[in-house]
């Protein structure tokens, strides 16, 4: 027997947010590239292609928290990508390609922060949800 399966009301949660947050955020960076690049400092280029990846990013994290049981691997690629896209965004900060306004800075920092929260809570959740054996 093997603990490949997870359930618990806090990763559900957890990763329903974390997918409704991510969709917000990527439709506004899809959507509004430009006018949020202008007010930022960012690249319009990088804002459009981050968004148009939360997009699908958040529908499976909706998907995922609509089940009662899940593997464990889905759930444990969210959390490295939620680390990834932390790292990435202070990189964005100190080696990329745009100079940010101040409220550049501060919007990407933000976002990094909630992105870590959810990493940590989704781990969190992880570790607390009922493992289920499978033959």
Request: net charge positive; glycine share 12%; aromatic share 6%.
């Amino acid at each position: 027997m093997s603990k490949t399966n997870v359930s618990g009301s806090l990763l559900r949660r957890v990763l329903l947010l974390d997918g409704v947050a991510s969709g917000a955020t990527g439709l506004l960076g899809a959507l509004a590239a430009d006018p949020l690049g202008a007010l930022t400092g960012l690249e319009p280029g990088i804002l459009r292609a981050a968004g148009m990846g939360l997009v699908p990013f958040s529908l499976l994290l909706v998907y995922l928290a609509s089940r009662a049981t899940l593997p464990a691997w889905p759930v444990w690629c969210v959390v490295a990508m939620n680390v990834t896209w932390v790292v990435d965004s202070v990189l964005l900060l100190t080696h990329g390609p745009t100079t940010p306004t101040g409220l550049g800075v501060a919007f990407v920092m933000a976002q990094a922060l909630a992105v870590a929260v959810f990493a940590a809570l989704e781990y969190a959740g992880m570790r607390r949800g009922a493992t289920v054996a499978v033959a």
